[in-house]
C-alpha cells in the first residue's frame, strides 16, 4: 500500500504540471511517452512482437502519432506510410523469424492506441474548454476505478465478471458510476466558479453532464476489463513495473484509452456547455 500511494502520489504531482503547461507541446509530449511506452508494454511484455526493429519502429511511432495535428497538411499520412513501408522492410528481410501477425498486430496497436490517447490533444485543440474535458477524462477513468474499488471492498457480493476479473463486483461497478457523476458534477460547478471569477460565464447542462459521466463510467469499466483479458490470456499480472504498486502504464491507462475518444466524441453530439 506504501507503494501505491507514493507512486500515486509521484503521478499527481506529473499530472498536475502537464495540466499547467497542457496548452502547449507538453502536453503532447507527454501523451507520446504514454503512448510509446503503452505500445511497448503491449507488443513486448505480452510476446505480441519478437523482432527488435518492429517492436521499437512501432514504438517510435506511437510516441510521434500525439503530435500529428502539428504537421503541415499531409505530414501525418506521409509519417503513416512511411512506418508501414519500414515494417514491410523488416517482415522481407526477416521472413524467416518474423510472422506476418506480427507486423499486422504491431502496426495496429501503435495506431490504436496512441491514437485513442491523442484524443486528449484533440479535446486541447478542439474544444473551447478543453480543460474541463480532459478533467473529465481523468474522473471517468481514475475516480470511477477509485470510486468502484472502496464500494467493492465495501458492499461487493455479486460477482461482475468473475472468469475476466474475480474481484469486481456489480456493487462496486454501481459505486463507480455514481461516483463519477458526483465527482464530474463537482468538478463543472468548481470550474464554472474559476471561470466566473476570470469574467466567463458558462452555462452547464446538468442532465447531460450526470448522463455522460454515467455512460463513461461504464466504458471506462470495459476498458479496464479489456485489458484484463489481455493479461489473462498471455498470463500476466500486470503489463509492467514503472509505477511501483501500480504495474505498467497500461494498467493505470487502460480504461483512459477508452474514455478519451468517448469523451471526445460524446461532446461532439451533444455538448455540455451552452
Request: aromatic letters at 10%.
Amino acid at each position: 500500500m506504501k507503494q501505491r500511494l507514493i507512486s500515486a502520489a509521484v503521478a499527481l504531482v506529473l499530472l498536475a504540471a502537464v495540466f499547467a503547461c497542457y496548452r502547449t507541446a507538453v502536453l503532447n509530449a507527454a501523451i507520446g511517452l504514454i503512448a510509446g511506452a503503452a505500445v511497448f508494454e503491449l507488443l513486448h511484455a505480452t510476446g505480441y512482437t519478437t523482432s527488435k526493429a518492429v517492436l521499437a519502429l512501432s514504438v517510435l511511432y506511437g510516441a510521434a502519432v500525439p503530435f500529428f495535428g502539428m504537421l503541415p497538411a499531409g505530414g501525418s499520412g506521409f509519417v503513416t506510410i512511411l512506418y508501414l513501408a519500414l515494417l514491410i522492410a523488416c517482415l522481407l528481410k526477416g521472413h524467416e523469424a518474423i510472422r506476418f501477425e506480427e507486423v499486422a498486430v504491431s502496426f495496429f496497436l501503435s495506431a490504436a492506441v496512441p491514437g485513442a490517447l491523442s484524443c486528449v490533444v484533440l479535446l486541447r485543440d478542439k474544444r473551447e474548454e478543453g480543460f474541463l474535458y480532459i478533467f473529465l477524462c481523468c474522473v471517468a477513468a481514475w475516480i470511477s476505478d477509485s470510486c468502484a474499488y472502496f464500494a467493492g471492498r465495501a458492499f461487493g457480493r455479486h460477482k461482475l465478471c468473475p472468469k475476466i476479473s474475480p474481484h469486481k463486483t456489480v456493487e462496486g461497478a454501481v459505486g463507480g458510476v455514481v461516483g463519477c457523476v458526483a465527482f464530474s458534477l463537482l468538478a463543472c460547478y468548481l470550474y464554472g466558479l474559476v471561470r466566473a471569477g476570470q469574467g466567463v460565464e458558462l452555462t452547464f447542462s446538468w442532465g447531460v453532464i450526470a448522463l455522460f459521466a454515467a455512460l463513461c463510467s461504464l466504458i471506462s469499466i470495459a476498458g479496464d476489463l479489456t485489458a484484463s483479458v489481455i493479461k489473462r490470456q498471455r498470463g500476466l499480472k500486470d503489463f509492467g513495473k514503472i509505477m511501483p504498486g501500480h504495474g505498467g502504464v497500461m494498467d493505470r491507462f487502460d480504461s483512459f484509452i477508452f474514455v478519451a475518444p468517448a469523451v471526445l466524441l460524446l461532446t461532439s453530439l451533444v455538448p455540455i456547455i451552452h
